[in-house]
């Protein structure tokens, strides 16, 4: 066993406390990195709101971080002591069903291992986080850092940035595609730089008339107040794809109808029950879709891709000991658009 320090929930104050943290020894196809920086995302929040401490499983969240390769097992060939790396929200998939040989680990039919609250394919153990100062993880699981890529800022790629990246290559986006994204945040202000990255003409929905210019500054051509009935009257039937990041419980037929003929509404936001009117879908052929994080060769394109444009999060640092924080201020809204973690301070 390895020992570490991490950031813990506590279930009797929903908050999260600094605490040891046991890491299992390497095994042949493991390395354990240093973790330097992690996201903050929204599924952190719940998960942290959520937890009851039942069945005396800790939690320990984080799942988009990048750092330093520290130790390496036996049969690792990729990875040396040294290197930066990047590793995302999954950290083992079966890899023999057919989602997982093509290449769609994140849809593992055995489920995938999660970076955290999953369960270990080995010896069955509750996966614990990146709030902690060192992970340890199979080497086909971590992805090598560009060197062009800011660490910090490149940490949310890893969940928010493959989550709207795959549908996107999905689609065909690129070149003569249109495409809308709704909502600004962690998801949202990542789906605009990717899209206007692929040579797409892309355009913001938001009720909030303020972001435009914030908008236009990270690659959008047009924006939408979705709150004007004129405006969103003027882009009806105008999309190729849409992407709705929005995360809070809401109507997708007023997206919908910015769908072009054949075009799709991809729902990533909120990830719950909707309730959709067939005639929606069927005047203009309009298809709804969804997706969630990435496969492994999807992720490793995806950091390729933001290295080769200078592309990564708009971030919010902040030390690991102001995690609490970093929760209260996501649960307002109040950041722009990613808090980032600093794991440093755990030294």
């Not at 928010?160 to 990246?165: L, M, N, R």
């Amino acid at each position: 066993m390895r020992v570490t320090t991490g950031w813990q929930a506590d279930p009797t104050t929903g908050t999260l406390r600094r605490t040891g943290l046991r890491r299992r020894a390497l095994r042949p196809d493991d390395i354990a990195v240093r973790v330097d920086y992690c996201g903050v995302c929204h599924s952190d929040l719940h998960a942290v709101r959520a937890h009851t401490g039942e069945a005396g499983d800790a939690l320990v969240p984080g799942h988009e971080f990048t750092g330093t390769v520290t130790e390496v097992g036996g049969a690792v060939a990729g990875f040396a002591p040294g290197d930066a790396v990047a590793v995302g929200n999954i950290v083992d998939a079966c890899g023999t069903c057919p989602m997982c040989t093509a290449g769609q680990e994140n849809f593992c039919r055995a489920f995938p291992t999660l970076t955290y609250g999953g369960k270990d394919r080995q010896d069955g153990t509750t996966t614990l986080g990146a709030y902690a100062r060192e992970y340890v993880v199979r080497e086909t699981f971590a992805y090598a850092l560009p060197a062009a890529l800011d660490p910090a800022a490149a940490a949310p790629l890893l969940c928010a940035g493959v989550t709207v990246w795959e549908p996107l290559r999905a689609l065909g986006v690129g070149p003569g595609s249109t495409v809308a994204v709704a909502g600004l945040g962690g998801l949202g202000h990542l789906a605009v730089k990717l899209s206007a990255a692929l040579g797409a003409r892309t355009s913001v929905i938001s009720r909030t008339p303020d972001k435009a210019a914030e908008a236009r500054a990270l690659g959008a051509e047009g924006f939408v107040v979705s709150t004007d009935p004129d405006a969103v009257e003027g882009v009806r039937d105008r999309f190729d794809v849409v992407l709705d990041t929005v995360s809070a419980p809401h109507d997708p037929a007023p997206y919908l109808r910015t769908v072009a003929l054949d075009g799709t509404l991809v729902l990533l936001g909120h990830l719950g029950q909707v309730d959709v009117q067939a005639m929606d879908l069927l005047i203009g052929r309009k298809k709804l879709s969804s997706a969630g994080s990435g496969g492994r060769a999807s992720t490793a394109e995806l950091l390729r891709f933001c290295a080769e444009h200078a592309l990564t999060a708009d971030i919010e640092v902040l030390p690991s000991s102001q995690v609490n924080t970093a929760l209260e201020r996501l649960a307002r809204n109040d950041v722009r658009h990613r808090f980032v973690l600093d794991l440093s301070d755990l030294d």
